[in-house]
């Protein structure tokens, strides 16, 4: 087995995922290299959701029977861990959605719907990046589309990273928010963070990121970021599908308006108005996914037990390596920086003129997973000219050897198409 500086005890930490150990298509090993789209999960986590289920399960907040002091226990209990987790200062800045997408939307209607100074309309600039996640784009051109306001972009240099060389001209005195991507989901590409947001707090404008590809992979301070909003997924870090996260600066959920009404959002209710319970309960309408924050809070502590810091270079050396191997295969075209630097474990690539669905099928059927086509970026695929992409992306159990496995199956397809 290849050797490599940095890695974790992966033989160890497998163990604790038993899809890992699953066999396809009449007993392949499986392969996973689609760690981007959604982690597997480990048996503490499976096991904390099966025993809420089993012991605990009650709507939480409006009971005072136990079981319903015990789910609130355990749900509260969450959001502490994920406080912890992202340095917030206080627990009442981290907000429950059902994934990273609500988030970013959340943010999009609160500003839509705010009083000024925060307010954005026809005489506001949204400012975006031509990398991000269609999460990040749809819901401020929906604002755009609302209000008036002009949607802005930075563009993409040739090696897939940001073009900030017209910075003072894309973020100007009428940007009122400038939201981007920490780490590009298809191109791997770890952005210049404090460059952006230096220039942002310049003109007054409201940061917020999108750490989805971030959080799972490398230590997440937001107070570190200086971002005003953090917004990240459980399912691609251990934790369940149904969850994700907002963090918001406590001054600005204060003054900020809520998106969904319903019940727990409330202080008081008549049939004339309404007032609104503080942050964060104020942006938690209805019942909220009580169990997969349970999930998600045992992800954390799974995460925690191995160490971010571990983690983070476990996949540097895993990416160094998959890098060097994929510059092996011929025709082979990586979409994004070609080196280990400033990436994230995400590898997109063209291989020929196979299309990359046909790459990702004839892979499957050798037992690996991969995923092809836009990866909910298409305009990233518009700027370099290709259909989609086929993209390996690795985590905390991946090994050398399946990327070794992955280049073998490469050359397989190469040969399978001629």
């Given at each position: 087995m290849t050797q490599l500086p940095g890695?974790?005890?992966?033989?160890?930490?497998?163990?604790?995922?038993?899809?890992?150990?699953?066999?396809v298509h009449d007993g392949k090993k499986l392969v996973y290299l689609d760690n981007a789209a959604t982690s597997q999960k480990p048996r503490q986590v499976l096991d904390a959701l099966s025993e809420y289920y089993e012991r605990y399960n009650a709507n939480v907040?409006?009971?005072?029977?136990?079981?319903?002091?015990?789910?609130?226990?355990?749900?509260?209990?969450?959001?502490?861990?994920?406080?912890e987790f992202v340095n917030a200062p206080s627990r009442d800045e981290v907000i429950f959605t059902k994934n990273a997408s609500e988030?970013?939307?959340?943010?999009?209607?609160?500003?839509?719907?705010?009083d000024e100074p925060y307010r954005v309309d026809h005489e506001t600039e949204i400012v975006i990046t031509e990398m991000e996640h269609h999460s990040n784009i749809v819901p401020w051109q929906l604002l755009a589309q609302r209000t008036g306001a002009k949607l802005k972009w930075f563009g993409l240099t040739d090696d897939g990273r940001l073009d900030l060389s017209n910075i003072d001209e894309i973020i100007t005195e009428k940007t009122k928010i400038v939201s981007f991507v920490l780490v590009s989901n298809i191109l791997g590409t770890v952005n210049p963070v404090e460059a952006i947001?230096?220039?942002?707090?310049?003109?007054?404008?409201?940061?917020c990121i999108d750490a989805s590809q971030a959080a799972p992979h490398m230590p997440l301070d937001v107070q570190a970021l200086q971002a005003d909003f953090v917004a990240f997924t459980g399912h691609k870090m251990c934790g369940p599908t149904g969850i994700g996260v907002l963090w918001g600066r406590q001054e600005l959920l204060e003054d900020l308006p809520p998106f969904l009404g319903g019940g727990e959002m409330i202080e008081t209710v008549s049939m004339h108005s309404s007032t609104y319970a503080p942050a964060p309960h104020k942006f938690e309408a209805g019942t909220p996914p009580i169990a997969q924050a349970v999930g998600l809070g045992a992800a954390i502590d799974y995460l925690n037990s191995i160490g971010m810091d571990k983690i983070l270079a476990h996949e540097h050396a895993l990416t160094e390596?998959?890098?060097?191997?994929?510059?092996?295969?011929?025709?082979?075209?990586?979409?994004?920086?070609?080196?280990?630097?400033?990436?994230?474990?995400?590898?997109?690539?063209?291989?020929?003129?196979?299309?990359?669905?046909?790459?990702?099928?004839?892979?499957?059927?050798?037992?690996?997973?991969?995923?092809?086509?836009?990866h909910c970026a298409r305009p990233v695929c518009l700027r370099y000219g290709i259909p989609a992409t086929t993209r390996a992306s690795f985590y905390l159990y991946s090994t050398p050897a399946e990327i070794d496995a992955l280049v073998d199956g490469l050359e397989h397809v190469r040969n399978f198409f001629g």
């Open positions: 890695l974790l005890d992966t033989e160890a930490i497998r163990k604790d995922f038993p899809i890992l150990d699953r066999q907040h409006r009971g005072v029977h136990v079981l319903a002091e015990e789910a609130t226990a355990l749900y509260e209990g969450a959001r502490d861990k994920i406080a988030s970013l939307n959340l943010v999009a209607n609160m500003l839509g719907w705010a947001v230096r220039r942002a707090q310049e003109v007054g404008a409201l940061v390596y998959a890098v060097q191997r994929l510059a092996e295969v011929p025709d082979l075209r990586i979409i994004g920086p070609t080196t280990a630097e400033d990436r994230g474990a995400a590898i997109s690539f063209t291989l020929g003129d196979i299309h990359p669905h046909d790459v990702g099928q004839v892979l499957d059927e050798q037992g690996i997973a991969v995923r092809v086509g836009h």
